[in-house]
């Protein structure tokens, strides 16, 4: 699955960022499956309590959508696919956990595991039938912090100070029947 995560600390200058890079749909048979590409910049702090062992609880989430001009977009399909990403000292070790999945895959290095998430192929996202012939679609994505999945020392007090509220923006791309 993809998640390109660039894990090296940010300057002062540089902003903790999750991007979609790219996103789009290849349709085999009556399957419709995902490609995309992300990009993660975490925060100094965000690596640090990672390696302390604290899970880093990662969040994608894609919505499908029918345009229909004149009255609200009819949402079609909502995905919520989550994975933890864990690192084991005693271990030395990382691991993804595919929390949707329940699978597990460990990994000698951060670069390693990361190298496994950089690029999401081949993800079923909606079926064929779900879709009316002729119609308009459009799908959205974006990927982040799962802020409800975060450990509770990390979660914040303030509630308009969170520095664990990390999340792209939406991207959006035409669905082709």
Not at 11 to 40: M, P
Request: net charge negative.
């Amino acid at each position: 699955m993809v998640l390109c995560l660039l894990l090296s600390p940010l300057t002062a200058n540089d902003k903790a960022t999750f991007e979609v890079k790219a996103a789009s749909t290849q349709r085999d048979g009556a399957v419709y499956f995902l490609n995309a590409v992300f990009i993660i910049n975490f925060p100094h702090y965000i690596i640090e309590s990672f390696e302390q062992g604290f899970d880093l609880p990662i969040l994608m989430e894609v919505e499908v959508y029918r345009d229909r001009n004149f009255w609200v977009d009819e949402q079609v399909v909502y995905i919520k696919q989550q994975y933890r990403l864990q690192y084991h000292p005693v271990l030395d070790s990382i691991s993804i956990f595919n929390v949707n999945l329940g699978s597990l895959q460990y990994f000698n290095s951060l670069n390693d595991a990361v190298n496994q998430l950089s690029v999401l192929l081949g993800f079923p996202m909606l079926d064929r039938n779900n879709l009316i012939a002729g119609e308009a679609y459009y799908a959205r994505m974006r990927l982040g912090i799962n802020e409800l999945e975060l450990p509770i020392p990390l979660k914040s007090s303030a509630l308009w100070d969170n520095d664990w509220d990390l999340v792209s923006e939406w991207f959006e791309w035409v669905v082709s029947q």
